[in-house]
């Protein structure tokens, strides 16, 4: 066996073990199902051992499958890495590109992102996909989106993470709250107040981890799924939330409602970008992360 087909075959191994699917392998690779359920064949020959199984939700890795992932993804993208394989990419054409967000990450991250396309990539064309914690990995790794942006920790080694900036929090209520009109409120101000939070996966769970440190849990009065649920909700009530800071900070501007610094702190959420590992991952997509980075990396 040469040294040539040797390397396709470990590449065929690492694309099957992060992607889960002969077919989505076959399509990263630019080759036919056929040729990489072959290759599949070869490799459990050579190896003596069955390394994926069919099971509900895609091919489930072997324990021998288990061990033999981490040290053949990283040959194989040290590899890419000494060769170039990351070809270079032109993005003066039309090129299209697809990103997960939450619905916080729409009014805060995308404005930004278009941004920087646009100076970039003026023909670009951007395709937006709700962020779903449950369904992210499988989304990226089988080339369904190019990219997502999330504070939720995405903990795979099928994954790559890169950290853009850290978030704090602050609170808000209607610009013309009968009791929280001005300055900011003390622990006890804020005890006689009802609340509400978003709950769910997009949710950052700092604030409510906070609200129970605090002994505030008993005073959610109203659970939401959606970050943009809330002003319309506050503005007209005397409900009051805690929000990202600079989501916070743009609502202030576009809807009847104030802001405020919490009396106490709150861990800041990191947000970070994630897209699937090489030698999945193509040259549009190294690009489209780039500017991503660029976009949002150190906001002050």
Do not use: C
Request: hydrophobic share 45%.
């Amino acid at each position: 066996m040469g040294a040539e087909f040797d390397l396709n075959l470990i590449r065929t191994f690492v694309l099957l073990y992060e992607t889960r699917s002969v077919t989505a392998a076959a399509d990263v690779l630019g080759v036919t199902q056929p040729t990489v359920s072959y290759g599949l064949g070869k490799l459990r020959r050579r190896l003596g051992d069955e390394l994926f199984v069919r099971g509900p939700g895609g091919l489930v890795p072997s324990s021998e499958a288990e061990r033999l992932y981490p040290p053949l993804r990283t040959a194989i993208e040290q590899l890419d890495v000494t060769i170039g394989a990351a070809t270079q990419f032109d993005a003066t054409g039309p090129v299209s590109f697809s990103i997960g967000l939450s619905d916080l990450g729409e009014v805060n991250s995308l404005p930004l992102i278009l941004a920087e396309l646009a100076v970039r990539a003026p023909a670009a064309t951007l395709q937006v996909h709700a962020f779903d914690i449950d369904t992210a990995t499988d989304e990226l790794t089988r080339g369904r989106v190019d990219a997502i942006v999330a504070s939720p920790i995405l903990d795979s080694v099928r994954l790559n993470r890169i950290p853009l900036f850290t978030e704090g929090y602050a609170g808000m209520a209607a610009a013309h709250h009968p009791r929280l009109s001005a300055g900011t409120p003390t622990e006890a101000e804020l005890r006689a107040e009802r609340l509400i939070v978003v709950d769910g996966t997009t949710g950052h769970p700092a604030p409510r981890r906070a609200l129970r440190t605090h002994g505030l849990e008993g005073n959610i009065a109203v659970r939401v799924t959606r970050f943009a649920t809330l002003p319309y909700v506050v503005q007209d009530s005397e409900l009051v939330a805690i929000v990202p800071l600079r989501i916070a900070r743009a609502l202030a501007r576009t809807h009847p409602v104030r802001t405020f610094e919490l009396p106490w702190p709150i861990e800041p959420a990191e947000v970070a970008a994630y897209t699937r590992r090489t030698p999945g991952r193509s040259a549009a997509q190294a690009w489209f992360l780039d500017a991503i980075r660029a976009a949002l990396e150190d906001l002050p």
